[in-house]
């Protein structure tokens, strides 16, 4: 594999920032200097201190002249700015920064670029917005801080700044964020609308005419791709199919509110239920609050604050009055938006100290079932059943739990006991896992769901090499920065086919499109995309 720290692109290249120095990709004329151990901060000295305004260059004056700089001195977190030491330890684990090798690209670059303005040190130009908008919101860089700086608050709290004022938005894309954010997401309604829509699409015949007469070719390259791996939409939610209430299964442990989603709620509706199927059969009585609304992550991450906040506080009331004991998420960037409904609201008098509440009662549905869930028993032979004489899942089509079998043949791995490799021994599913970035990196929990994968019986779980690193996926990152997610993903599927898996699980709808867009582009015909909610549900064993 190419080794992905990237030399800085020569001056003059296609890859160097327009307007920027080609050693850093910080604008010209910023205070930022191209050592790594540049402060933007004012004031400070020694070799790694602010390095002064190049000859003949006039420093802005305060940020009052400026809109966006007043707004983002006004917006942005000083104490997280002045938190980073500029120490590096950031820069291996930011994947931009590893595409690049340019500064600006990095989370230190970042802060660096916010502290300059707030500080009336440089302008917010076009390049500036292009770098704040370039990250990713991964964060991979808060678990490797030693100083605890929260990043992923001061990029939002930058892209909300920007977002007030940019001039860069084109009609439509205003347009088009105004009835994303504002008239679809923020109501579950509209959003069974939208899946009845694409349902349509799916089931009319639209879709092969739209296939075959080569209609999607007018569609950006990365659209068209995307279209090919969307699941079959439902008009119908998780509530709407099965209900509200379902009782615990034996004695009840306690009783938890299902987080349905929106998106998770049109195209992941058999992930839902299977999940109020592996809860209630671990011992919890699940609760579907009717009430319930988007969580409001794309929102926090697109720069629209406000919505996120009203869609926060419109959940907490939804639970607050469904009486649950914890809230459970099967989506790891609606989890971990709502554990930090508390700093989304922290300036709400009224709210915040509810929101606070509310999200330390917030947990992966893999985290319940690890710590507080009865151990259900799974195996591969529910997938695979000997009985079937007549040979494989994929070849009787036989459905086991409600799930179709498996595509393509699964190989049968050997095993070795004392030297015998003789025959074909007892064949192992071999699995390997995703991590979903805003469960590991903000929830911080990794551990959960690989320690389930293991509890089933007859899998082989193989640990992908740098599965904690982003796949591109990024909320809508893949479809507004194409270029940089293609490339995280290429490199993704590099390490994916490298386990010889039959089955890639994540714990992120967002992130299964991204890796089944991976298997589409880069992978093997025979691997698998799941969530491990489907995967889990799939193996019960029958004495379950």
Known sequence: M?????????????????GADPATGIPSGSPLVADPGARAQSGSSGPHSLAAAPAGHRQPEATGGNPLAAKLKLRLDEDQLTNCMRCGFCLPACPTFRETGIEAESPRGRIALMKAVADGLMEPDAAFEEQMNHCLGCRACEPACPADVKY???IEQARDAIEDHTDSHRRW????????FRSIFPHQRRMRLVGSALRLYQRSGLRQLARGSGMLKLLPEHLAAMEQVLPEASSKGVAERIGVRHPAKGE????????????MDVLFTETNIHTVDLLTEAGFEVVIPTGQNCCGALHAHSGEAAGARELAIGNIEAFREAGVDYIVSN????????TEYGHLLHEDGTWSEEASRFAQRVIDVGELLVRFGRELPFSTEAAFPEAAASGDAASTGTRINGHPPYEGTMRCERMHDGGNDEGCGTSKLRVTYQDSCHLRNVMRTPGAPRRLIRRVDGVEFVEMAEADRCCGSAGIYNLTQPEMAGQLLAHKMEHANATGAQVLLTSNPGCLLQMKLGVLKHGRADMQV????????RHRSSDS
């Open 173 to 180: 894309v205003k347009a088009v964020r105004r009835a994303v």
């Open 530 to 537: 799941m969530h491990v909610v489907d995967f889990l549900h």
């Open 2 to 18: 190419a080794d992905l720290k990237k030399q800085a692109p020569p001056e003059g290249s296609a890859d160097a920032t327009s």
């Open 331 to 338: 989506a790891g960037g609606c989890g971990a938006i709502m």
């Open 152 to 154: 992923g608050r001061l």
């Open 252 to 263: 009840r442990i306690a009783t938890v509110g299902l987080f349905r989603g929106c998106m």
